[in-house]
């Protein structure tokens, strides 16, 4: 493992973790419901950078690219929603569905690029290509 992988795969994958364990505390002392929301985004972000690291390592396909990003707009989706839940209690309303379309679409169309090595995220040579 490189640096470049360290610094692109592991440290922000750890600092979503810990950060999803930051608000997971946060929702146990408190119980609020856009603490669950936020703990629900850096969950999602967190395993968006798992398989990311996943795909780097093994063989890259388009059903882990468009599971991250799925996990991408997810976390997205999430601090929307927490947002209005600092207000009143969660009910489902249009806009959050009007929001949840293009996320969706962005993500279906990242997943169907066919990425030719494992170095597809980055646009270098990492010596394993």
């Known amino acids: 493992m490189n640096s470049v992988t360290i610094s692109l795969l592991v440290v922000p994958a750890v600092v979503a973790l810990l950060l999803f364990l930051v608000f997971t505390y ?18 999602a972000y967190t395993l968006h ?5 996943w795909s780097a390592f093994r063989n890259p396909s388009a059903v882990m ?3 991250a990003s799925l996990l991408l ?3 997205a989706l999430c601090i929307f929603i927490s947002t209005r839940l600092m207000r009143e ?12 379309v293009p996320f ?16 597809w ?9």
């Open 26 to 43: 946060l929702y146990e002392q408190t119980r609020q419901d856009y603490f669950r929301a936020w703990q629900l985004g850096w969950g």
């Open 49 to 53: 950078y798992v398989l990311d690291a």
């Open 65 to 67: 690219a468009l599971l």
């Open 73 to 75: 707009a997810a976390m």
């Open 89 to 100: 209690k969660f009910r489902l309303r249009w806009y959050d569905l009007l929001v949840t």
């Open 104 to 119: 969706s679409f962005t993500a279906t169309r990242t997943g169907e690029i066919r990425w030719p090595s494992p170095c």
């Open 121 to 129: 995220r980055w646009h270098w040579h990492c010596g394993r290509c």
